[in-house]
């Protein structure tokens, strides 16, 4: 029974070490509230040099449409950048310093009168 005991808590242990190495999650979910259809998705580290690759895992993402964003990266960090390129023209929109450990949505809007892309993070 001790035996027992002490690998249950060895086992514990470890799964516990092993979710805290793995880091936060970053993963969101993005809901297209713009009026236009989405080419592409990038996020990267905050004020990167690089975007790196289109994470929105599909083709395109039309107005009023939801789609989980999961992505990957061995960084630790919860401070995210994102950038958004409209299919209509190649414009696009960036937010800088994210919170991805604690937004979970993130839906953005454009404002026709203002000409301006706006963004509401939950």
């Excluded at 690998?7 to 880091?23: D, K, N, P, T």
């Excluded at 999650?25 to 975007?51: M, R």
Aim: charged share 20%; glycine share 6%; net charge negative.
């Amino acid at each position: 029974m001790k035996r027992f005991l002490a690998a249950s808590v060895f086992l514990s242990a470890q799964l516990m070490v092993g979710s805290l190495s793995a880091g936060p999650n970053q993963d969101f979910t993005l809901v297209n509230k713009t009026g236009y259809v989405i080419d592409k998705v990038f996020v990267s580290p905050a004020h990167s040099d690089d975007w790196e690759n289109d994470v929105l895992g599909r083709e395109t993402m039309d107005d009023g449409e939801e789609v989980p964003i999961h992505f990957s990266r061995g960084i630790k960090t919860c401070s995210w950048d994102l950038k958004v390129v409209y299919e209509v023209d190649n414009s696009s929109a960036v937010w800088h310093d994210i919170d991805l450990c604690s937004v979970s949505k993130i839906s953005i809007f454009w404002n026709q009168s203002s000409g301006q892309t706006t963004a509401k993070y939950e």
